[in-house]
């Protein structure tokens, strides 16, 4: 294990972002195309002028400095447009995250938003404030401060953005870094943290315990593949919802023996990001302990090239007895966690969710901000779909179509990895899962991107635990109303 810059890994430190001292905080107000800034302001006793003399008419996206009559800084103004974010599609005081980066250092506050808009600022505020700096630039110094608003939940918002900063740690960590050893050591802290229970079968233990399919794939690399497995439940038992979450934890994909060609391995650190997913949204679950026994399933190992490597053409046995053709070693995803899935789904939860970033076909269909949603059960994918847009983590379901199964089809095996031609590949990636899932009662599947191709308001550009955010929302709902 390496990673001893300054002290990584390290669980991430948000409180260089957010403070609780009020006094000489400058107000940070949303303007809106329809509102006139001169009376927002004149509320202030500042005079909307200087606005209209540097043009300021409330355009999204747009901030601009107000100055005080003596020349010191009043505060900032944002512009919000008309009222909706549009990137990231959602409320627009999600256009708080654009500050952190812009606003000079000092404590803010904001002076037009309370109740559930505060708290989704201050989330905003708190993920715009992300930077990445285990390689450069360790000094805490995070710059600007949002005073945390009044009555709103300020461990939620903590909580949320502690999760998203450690996931993003996790992806943009490469994988001299971040191999199944490094991971395990992750998945490690977050348990003692939380005082979950960890257990990890490693290396050839994976067959004496029946995980073939995550041993094949990760055998031919230096960190031994393996199965870390969290567990946890709140103090205070009383009724539990059963959930587990199953992370795609391939910490670098060569692609296998089918190696990928250069511009698309270039990222492949990033193939751990269901798992980043998974743990950063088991951080909000546990830190927020919701009443939900939580199980998180990461098959982690490298897909990488060696003699020992597994091939196309060879037939796996799978943990549960079902055959596989390995038709392509870079569908190396879905083969680690068909067995993840198989285990999860032997105790039957309420609901078991796998996090993935598993095709690009998902992203040729939807593009990079825009993970892929599988689920037979519409009732919850319409809570799922609403709650993306109110948080800013939308997702779009694309169907479990079972006319497709028979691209699956295998002349040796009772199946093969992949599908027989270009067509639906995030669709037959979704159905091969869905055949390790038996008993358990809803079964859903995320395909992302793991990856902000561009600087957003809610983050820079580089890692991002997708669909976290959005499925803590969503279980809060269920589990607390
Ligand atoms: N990790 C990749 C999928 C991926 C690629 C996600 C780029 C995001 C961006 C996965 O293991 C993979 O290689 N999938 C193949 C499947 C194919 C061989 C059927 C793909 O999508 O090309
Ligand atoms: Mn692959
Ligand atoms: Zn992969």
């Not at 948000?14 to 004149?42: M, N």
């Not at 461990?155 to 191999?179: C, Q, Y």
């Not at 593949?225 to 199953?246: F, G, H, M, S, Y």
């Amino acid at each position: 294990m390496s990673g001893d810059e300054a002290g990584w890994p390290r669980f991430p430190d948000v409180s260089g972002a957010f403070t609780e001292e009020v006094t000489g905080a400058r107000p940070v107000w949303q303007v809106r195309e329809d509102d006139d800034p001169a009376t927002i302001l004149a509320d202030h006793g500042i005079s909307g002028d200087w606005l209209k003399a540097v043009g300021f008419r409330g355009k999204a996206r747009r901030a601009a400095l107000v100055p005080n009559a003596d020349g010191s800084l009043a505060g900032a103004v944002l512009g919000t447009g008309d009222g909706q974010a549009g990137d990231p599609c959602g409320p627009s005081e999600l256009l708080i995250g654009l500050l952190p980066k812009t606003l000079p250092d000092g404590d803010y506050r904001l002076a037009t938003a309370d109740g559930e808009a505060a708290e989704n600022a201050a989330i905003a505020w708190g993920l715009g404030s992300y930077r990445f700096r285990r390689y450069r630039g360790n000094g805490e110094d995070y710059g600007p401060r949002l005073v945390l608003p009044e009555d709103t939940n300020k461990a939620r918002i903590k909580a949320i953005v502690e999760g998203i900063w450690f996931g993003r740690n996790l992806i943009n960590t490469p994988a001299s870094d971040m191999g199944p050893d490094d991971l395990e050591a992750a998945a490690r802290m977050l348990a003692e943290r939380h005082g979950a229970w960890l257990k990890v079968t490693t290396g050839d233990d994976l067959l004496a315990q029946n995980l073939p399919m995550i041993h094949a794939v990760g055998r031919a690399a230096a960190q031994a593949p393996r199965l870390i497995d969290l567990t946890w439940q709140p103090q205070a038992t009383t009724q539990l919802k059963t959930v587990t979450l199953v992370g795609k934890g391939i910490c670098f994909d060569t692609g296998g023996l089918d190696i990928k060609p250069p511009n698309a391995m270039l990222l492949m650190k990033k193939d751990m990001g269901g798992a980043a997913s998974a743990l950063a949204l088991a951080h909000m679950i546990m830190a927020l302990e919701l009443p939900i026994a939580l199980r998180v399933l990461v098959p982690a190992a490298e897909n990488s090239v060696a003699g020992n490597a597994f091939r196309p053409g060879d037939v796996l046995t799978s943990r549960l007895g079902k055959t596989v053709e390995v038709g392509n070693t870079d569908a190396e995803g879905r083969l680690v966690l068909a067995d993840a899935l198989a285990l999860g789904d032997e105790t039957g939860p309420d609901l078991m969710i796998s996090l993935a970033t598993l095709t690009g076909a998902a992203r040729v269909a939807l593009g990079p901000d825009l993970p892929a949603f599988f689920t037979d059960d519409d009732d919850f994918a319409a809570a799922v779909a609403r709650r993306g847009l109110t948080v800013g983590d939308p997702v779009w379901r694309l169907p479990l179509w079972r006319g497709y199964n028979a691209k699956l089809d295998s002349e040796v095996a009772d199946m093969n990895n992949v599908s027989d031609g270009p067509f639906a590949g995030a669709i037959t990636a979704a159905l091969f899962l869905k055949r390790f899932v038996t008993k358990t009662r809803r079964y859903a599947h995320v395909d992302l991107y793991g990856w902000r191709a561009a600087a957003r308001p809610l983050g820079p550009k580089g890692g991002e635990p997708h669909a976290a955010r959005l499925l803590l929302a969503t279980l809060s709902d269920e589990v607390l109303s």
